[in-house]
């Protein structure tokens, strides 16, 4: 049973940070490829962040610069520490397992239930 849970999320003023985690069951961190995507109200889910189980990181513009995200392979643990937060980083967040086919990032089917990120002005 894979399981992905995602928790940290809150409200915080603009400029303040969070550190999100997500706590994963049935499957090893280190073995898999790992990312964060967000949702906010009315509109699609987008890409935040990749980290590869080699490491490897990546960010969407939006972000980059002020989120870092990171595994903890000790505890089965993804995070993302999100800093300088703004009014638009208003979403639900969610951890979600990828697969890297035909050179292409794909989403599989393991996501977490979502954790809620509110940024006031």
């Known amino acids: 049973q894979v399981q992905l849970v995602e928790s940290g999320g809150g409200l915080v003023q603009a400029g303040g940070s969070l550190r999100l985690s997500c706590s994963v069951s049935?499957?090893?961190?280190?073995?898999?490829?790992m990312a964060w995507y967000r949702q906010a109200p009315g509109q699609q889910r987008e890409l935040v962040a990749r980290?590869?189980?080699?490491?490897?990181?990546e960010y969407s513009d939006s972000v980059k610069g002020r989120y870092t995200i990171s595994t903890d392979n000790a505890q089965n643990k993804v995070f993302l520490q999100m800093s300088s937060l703004k009014p638009e980083d208003t979403a639900t967040y969610y951890c979600?397992?990828?697969?890297?086919?035909?050179?292409?990032?794909?989403?599989?089917?393991?996501w977490g239930q979502g954790t809620q990120v509110s940024v006031s002005s």
């Open positions: 049935g499957l090893t961190v280190s073995g898999v490829h």
């Open positions: 980290i590869t189980k080699g490491g490897e990181t």
């Open positions: 979600i397992v990828i697969i890297r086919r035909m050179g292409t990032w794909i989403p599989s089917q393991y």
